[in-house]
């Protein structure tokens, strides 16, 4: 008898019919398609990483690069890459990898759900291994949960399961999908206090919308709000909505950081914007062994058919 592949196991324990099924994606990496009456999503397993989220007879709200690689090992460019244990360059050992170390690792899956309404879930689990403790001593117990239904729900929950407290930062780094970057303007950090890391991380004063002339890359901190990516060439509103996050970043790389990233396209900062519910900069998360803390996503679009694209 034949053993059966991880992905006939997945299946078999996870796999609900015409719901839910796994199959091996970009790189032969494992990945899970996800279908309701509303939306369909693909999620990797590899990174715990959602890849797409398509509302039926709509554009996917997710991005990822056309340059992007999927290799073990490395970070999977677009989408939602899971930022932990700590944003950005590492704060004291600059020979770590940027972001962390989840978006790195395979992850396992743990739960399938199809609730009442007809969405449907997946929880995918991450916990220290060896090449996690080489760059960070700690045992910890990740769980990303991914929900489908007319919003996509991607709720990341973080417990220490050490016996110190530990201290990180997070990001669910969401890559939108828009029509040109010139008809975007984001709505939500009007009046919101941000540190810019184009100008050493000082603090500066948001005034009005969100536009993008130029790169961009912002933390704005204490905030909580829900944000709007106003599409007018996509004839949409994508709303961010969380909780559990007190910072959200705001990037766009725009021409010369496109030019300088392997694995981004030259003129693909016309395509994206990331708007990232995040506990990053002077949001420092703490736990005592034992304790958990949740950071939620939700997204879904508004659609607004009679809207008239501006030239740009
Ligand atoms: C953003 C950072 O969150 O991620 C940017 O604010 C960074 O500074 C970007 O360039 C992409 O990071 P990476 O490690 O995926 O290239």
Redesign the pocket.
């Known amino acids: 008898m034949s053993v059966p592949s991880i992905i006939d196991v997945l299946n078999s324990q996870f796999g609900i019919n015409g719901r839910l099924h796994f199959e091996l994606g970009e790189g032969e990496l494992p990945i899970a398609r996800m279908t309701t009456d509303e939306a369909t999503a693909v999620l990797s397993i590899y990174a715990g990483h959602v890849l797409s989220f398509v509302p039926h007879g709509s554009e996917d709200l997710l991005w990822v690069s056309q340059e992007a690689v999927y290799q073990s090992g490395k970070?999977i460019r677009g989408g939602i890459p899971v930022i932990w244990p700590w944003f950005?360059p590492h704060p004291t050992d600059s020979t770590k990898s940027?972001?962390g170390f989840a978006r790195r690792q395979m992850w396992s899956v743990k739960a399938s759900i199809l609730d009442e309404s007809g969405q449907v879930s997946l929880t995918l689990g991450l916990t220290e291994n060896e090449s996690t403790k080489a760059v960070w001593s700690h045992d910890f117990d990740l769980e990303l949960s991914v929900t489908v239904g007319h919003v996509l729900t991607v709720q990341l929950k973080t417990t220490n399961s050490d016996d110190v407290p530990f201290a990180y930062t997070a990001?669910l780094?969401t890559y939108y999908n828009i029509s040109h970057i010139s008809n975007v303007v984001i709505s939500g950090l009007e009046n919101s206090a941000y540190l810019d890391?184009l100008d050493s991380l000082s603090q500066h004063q948001q005034t009005g919308f969100v536009r993008f002339e130029e790169e961009v890359?912002r933390i704005y901190i204490d905030t909580t709000a829900p944000c709007h990516i106003e599409d007018i060439g996509h004839k949409r509103t994508i709303v961010v909505e969380k909780s559990g996050s007190r910072s959200t970043?705001v990037?766009n790389?725009w021409i010369e950081k496109a030019q300088r990233?392997s694995d981004f396209g030259d003129s693909e900062y016309q395509e994206m914007v990331?708007v990232?519910t995040a506990n990053a900069g002077n949001e420092i998360m703490t736990l005592e062994p034992g304790e958990t803390a949740v950071m939620t996503l939700t997204v879904h679009e508004n659609r607004h058919p009679d809207l008239q694209e501006e030239e740009h």
């Open positions: 970070a950005g940027s972001h990001a780094h890391n890359d970043v990037w790389p990233m990331c990232e």
